[in-house]
């Protein structure tokens, strides 16, 4: 059973930071493209960061420069290092897992950024 398990939100004030985890089980970790999600109330799910089996790394132009994506393969982990918060960030901040024909999604975790 694959399971993508998020971990890390929680309320900052804006500037702060968080660190999100995602902890995979019941896949081939290394082999797949992880990225990172996220949704705001009333928005469309958008995709905010990516990183290749290879640690190539994808940003949206709006986290660019404050998020870091990065993965420990050994730890079968994906993790994201958000830096200087903005009230827009706040969302449910979900996991994905892709690789051809199989994607998968953890449950998300929210992430609150206070003005």
């Known amino acids: 059973q694959v399971q993508l398990v998020e971990s890390g939100g929680g309320l900052v004030q804006a500037g702060g930071s968080l660190r999100l985890s995602c902890a995979a089980s019941g896949i081939i970790f290394s082999v797949y493209t992880m990225g990172w999600y996220r949704q705001a109330p009333g928005k469309q799910r958008e995709l905010v960061a990516s990183?290749?089996?290879?640690?190539?790394?994808n940003y949206a132009d709006s986290v660019k420069g404050r998020f870091t994506a990065s993965r420990d393969n050994a730890k079968n982990t994906v993790y994201l290092q958000m830096n200087s918060l903005k009230p827009e960030d706040t969302a449910v901040y979900y996991c994905?897992?892709?690789?051809?024909?199989?994607?998968?999604w953890g449950q998300g975790t929210q992430v609150t950024v206070s003005s």
């Open positions: 990183i290749t089996r290879i640690s190539t790394t």
């Open positions: 994905n897992a892709l690789k051809m024909g199989e994607d998968y």
